[in-house]
């Protein structure tokens, strides 16, 4: 049986195109986001690994190992199951610092550009025959589907196909840093597609091949070798080290790393991850072995690498032989694709930027994009010369492996990386060098070569491994142990160690806000980029561009190195920001923001256990009291930044402590500045009621201070100033409201002599006034005196009103008169009254009253009401001015409004504008006690009264006051 090659052709081009299509309709948002987003394909997305090791050489490997072929899916697995301790951490260091490659992650763990160049020249060394490995397999099931055909063409055609998908679809954001949703879905189809395709074929061997489950039980019972050979154990240590080559790849291979770090959406997929992809691996093993009886059974002649592929051509079947097809077509494709975006990231950031890099006048986005596609091109041509040199193509496949092994190398450096922080840059690299020269010289240069130019004692292949290993970590420990880290590798070692929480360095900033990092990154990245860029660090920490807070501006310092270290590589990045957003000269890299360290803490609590657990729920105890405490706490640090700042401050500044914590003290305003500042500064710790003026109104402070100390550890300085505040406002107001009484009773002993006194005279003018208007027959004077005794009637009542206010703080209403009141007759005797008073201002009056309008109550109380507020309305109206009253029935009520055109009584004082002896008035002018007086008469007669503006003028909007009483009509009468 054999194809057309126009058939299996057109079979590979319709299969790239639907993975075309799925890309495209991702990207263009037509599938829907959560499945786009779900773990399950992101699972899926990691089955990229799978490639032809997984389809095509598993067959051949359980036919020489038995069982040991599961050595590579073991390894795989065993590094998803233990992912909480070794992917985890790495994951929250590629996210947190946009970390996209494994020469990234050492490159700032080490603080060194040769490191990531290093670990990119290696990973070239072991992926370059990979790739030309995934080309040569599609040419090779073309070559035995149908032999005549080129196997040239169908690789040439292969190439540019998947050039073409690698740069639309890898680089079409423009930027590395970016997730390539539509990537990530084509690679989950792809991976389905093997699975389903292994699966199908499994099936097919069993039930086609054997006839059932059964029958391949009672063929293996007559094979007693090759059970014997399925049984036999590998060589000592083949399988441990194929295990833990194939555990060292799920981080050390640029795919793996690109997929599961670079591409994960969210950490909950990771958890997924670590049951979901040995499931994967674990169904994809399945098949493994029935394929392989099945091609034994049928005296398959092909290689049985291929088995996947030529049993439905053994069996006669031209559809499973198509599915295998499809399959092997999927597992190549797919890893070709992530490893020439993983590794072209990694050549552009390691070997190409450190020695040419855009100019600020260029636009560095776009100068990124067409590197990083000349790369992918060069990449995917340079493995297929590889595969199109003439050579062995046994060599080929072994490299390939062997490629795998070299990976190992990078096994120490990564577990230092997160468990031995004494590691350093000189000892990871000679450990690297090292183990890289005994696997390149003793494994690759025989197998490239076809002879050994050196040997080694007569070493098999697992020795050499085991040898070359030993190696690199007797000499990274060694080197690392005798040569001395430098100041910026401990700190990587602090973020990077699993061990310590992730610290902050405290220390000024040159740029003082987000417009002068700007400004300073314009002259390496130019303008348009610095704007971008900063822009883009501001959105991911959820910060205004005017927060000028210290603290903030270390977290945007920080944000834009892990930016910059996604777009250009963590050594440009890093030096970039060091150059142009340097520290100020005096600041401390060895000390710790405590804010920072207690928002670490609360990050790492969940991984606390023990004492430590113990001593957190006794830190956050402390911390809650100081929280909860009545008294104002505010904590300074050395630096005069705040650090603490509880909810009694919040309540007494309105400033919440997000806001105020990171704040240097003078960027809190008036005037808790000043009151703050002044006591920091004294000698005194303690400060009694002090008066501050907020928003119009006094405020009586009283403040304590400690000083802490500085503190022996050189790791964290905690010296500063503890400063309490506690508000003694209220106090002081009962205080002087008991001080009012105080008076209010002197007033009233006044009073009472006063108007004994004044009462004899008054009682002598009105009998003199009664004798006039009985004896004289003269009107105008008989007119005179009726007005002499109604004046000195009401002095009486002002005085007696004076005595009642001043000794009960209102009238006594069981002694008040009751009678039906006119208020509109009211109106017109006070105006009358007012009018007498020739030294006011010359001012006009519009009354607008209801004649109807009256209440049950004392008129002359009334009388006083009305006059003390137009005298108040006239005192504060300019001449010539319109004072406006009004008097109106509102269903059970009457209103009663008195308006002018002043200056208004500002919102702050409203509310004080009605107690005893508050004047606005200047000295000698007022009392303070005509509206005070005005409440109370209004209060016995059973009203209301309200202060508000006039009119919406800013400048003079006037004060209206309005009156509300009961309404007096018959039926009020009657009952």
Sequence with gaps: MSFELSTLFAIGIGYLGILFGIAFITEKGWIPEKIVRHPVVYVLSLGVFASVWSYFAATGNAFRDGFGYLAPFIGISLAFLLSPIFLRPILNLTKTYQLSSLADLLAFRYRSPWAGTLTTLVMMMGVMPLLSLQIQAVANIVGLLSPDASQTTLALSFCILITLFAIFFGTGKGSGRERHEGLVMTIAFESLVKLVALLLVGGFAVYTGFGSMDAMDQWLREQPELLRQLKEPAAPGTFQVMVLVFFTAAVATPQMFYMTFHENNHPRALTIASWGLPLYFLLLSLPVLPILWAGLKAGSANPMEYFTVTLGMDYGSELFTLIGFVGGLSAASGLIIVITLALSTMCLNHLILPVWQPTAKQDIYRWLLWKRRLLITALIWGGFLFYYMPSDNQSIRAVSNIGLIGSLQFLPAIIALLYWPRGNKKGFMAGLAIGTAIW?????????????????????????????????????????????????????????????????????????????????????????????????????????????????????????????????????????????????????????????????????????????????????????????????????????????????????????????????????????????????????????????????????????????????????????????????????????????????????????????????????????AQNIRDETQNDELRTMARQIIEQTD??????????????????????????????????????????????????????????????????????????????????????????????????????????????????????????????????????????????????????????????????????????????????????
């Design 440 to 768: 390149f010289i003793f494994l690759v240069l025989p197998v490239v070569a076809g002879t050994n130019f050196v040997t080694l004692g007569g070493l098999n292949t697992r020795e050499i491994v085991a040898l070359s290993l030993v190696c690199n970590v007797a000499m990274f420990m060694l080197v690392s142990v005798m040569t001395r880290s430098s100041k910026e590798e401990r700190i990587s070692a602090d973020i990077c160690s699993v061990d310590n929480l992730r610290r902050q360095r405290r220390a000024g900033l040159r740029a003082a806000s987000a417009e002068e990092f700007i400004s300073q990154l314009t002259k390496p990245l130019g303008e348009r980029t610095a704007t971008r860029e900063v822009v883009q660090a501001l959105r991911d920490l959820n910060m205004e561009r005017k927060d000028t807070r210290p603290q903030s501006l270390r977290l945007l310092r920080s944000r834009l190195e892990a930016n910059l270290s996604g777009l250009l590589g963590p050594a440009i990045g890093h030096d970039l920001i060091d150059r142009f957003l340097p520290f100020s000269s005096n600041s401390e890299p060895g000390t710790t923001d405590v804010t920072t360290i207690e928002s670490r803490i609360e990050a790492y609590r969940s991984n606390l256990s023990g004492m430590a657990a113990d001593l957190d729920n006794l830190r956050r105890y402390h911390r809650q009291i100081l929280m909860e405490l009545p008294l104002g706490v505010c904590s300074l640090g050395p630096e005069d930044q705040i650090v603490m700042w509880n909810h009694a401050m919040e309540t007494l500044t309105g400033l919440n402590s997000d806001e105020a914590v990171g704040l240097h003290i003078s960027e809190i305003g008036q005037p808790w500045y000043s009151l703050i500042n002044n006591f920091r500064s004294a000698e005194s710790a303690h400060l009694h009621k002090q008066t501050i003026n907020v928003h119009g109104s006094k405020r009586y402070i009283s403040l304590h201070k400690a000083v802490i100390e500085k503190s022996a550890s050189q790791r964290i300085r905690q010296d500063g100033v503890i400063v309490l505040l506690e508000d003694l406002t209220e106090t002081e107001l009962l205080e002087e409201e008991l001080a009012h009484s105080e008076r209010l009773a002197s007033i009233g002993r006044l009073a009472a002599g006063v108007a004994h006194e004044i009462g004899n005279p008054i009682t002598g003018i009105a009998c003199l």
């Design 794 to 975: 009401r002095t009486s009542r002002i005085v007696q009103s004076l005595v009642n206010f001043a000794h009960s703080g209102s009238h006594n209403k069981t002694e008040r008169r009751r009678e039906v009141v006119s208020i509109a007759e009211c109106v017109e005797e006070a105006i009358t009254l007012v009018s007498l008073n020739k030294k006011g201002k010359e001012i006009g009056f519009e009354v607008q009253c209801n004649a109807d309008a009256r209440l049950l109550g004392d008129s002359q109380q009334l009388l006083q009401i009305l006059v003390n507020l137009i005298n108040n309305a006239r005192d504060a109206s300019p001449p010539d001015s319109i004072i406006r009253i009004e008097c109106e029935r509102i269903a059970a009520s009457v209103q009663v409004s008195v308006s002018d055109e002043g200056s208004g009584i500002p919102d702050e004082l409203k509310d004080r504008v009605f107690e005893p002896f508050f004047t606005t008035k200047e000295p000698g002018d007022g009392t303070g006690l005509g509206l005070a007086l005005v409440y109370s008469l209004v209060e016995n007669l059973d009203g209301h009264i309200d202060i508000m503006n006039a009119t919406e003028r800013q400048d003079y909007p006037g004060t209206r006051v309005i009156l509300s009483f009961p309404c007096y009509d018959e039926t009020t009468r009657e009952g």
